[in-house]
């Protein structure tokens, strides 16, 4: 059985920092991406980063380029998600999402990674509250 558990999440001041961390166990588990969505209070779950294995690239969402960045390690089944310059309006939990090879586009769609139906393993959630 897969688990991916996320950690890092806590209540921060606008413009302030935090690192989320998810790690992922299971005895066949492998991914050709992991990424992080967030779900805020009445709001339906968006996209926010994604990180294919292969080709290291990297997709985010608008509204947090220039401030996430996230990176892991392929070997070791972890994802990081470095948030900075936090604003109020990131206040969700944010969810660890990794794509299985039989689950995960080709090569040619990669850019597709952002959409949540490549993902069949996701974690449980860590909050994140970002006070004005």
């Known amino acids: 059985q897969v688990q991916l558990v996320e950690s890092g999440g806590g209540l921060v001041q606008a413009g302030g920092s935090l690192r989320l961390s998810c790690a992922a166990s299971?005895?066949?588990?492998?991914?050709?991406?992991m990424a992080w969505f967030r779900q805020a209070p009445g709001k339906e779950r968006t996209f926010v980063a994604t990180?294919?294995?292969?080709?290291?690239?990297?997709y985010y969402a608008e509204s947090v380029k220039g401030r996430f960045a996230i990176s892991g390690d392929n070997a070791k089944n972890t994802v990081y998600l470095q948030m900075n310059s936090l604003k109020p309006e990131d206040t969700a939990v944010y969810y660890c999402?990794?794509?299985?090879?039989?689950?995960?586009?080709?090569?040619?769609?990669?850019?597709?990674?952002?959409?949540?139906?490549?993902?069949?393993?996701w974690g449980q959630g860590t909050q994140v509250t970002v006070s004005s």
């Open positions: 999402a990794a794509a299985p090879p039989e689950t995960a586009p080709p090569e040619t769609m990669e850019s597709t990674l952002t959409w949540a139906r490549w993902y069949a393993y």
């Open positions: 299971g005895r066949t588990f492998s991914s050709k991406a």
């Open positions: 990180i294919r294995w292969s080709s290291r690239r990297t």
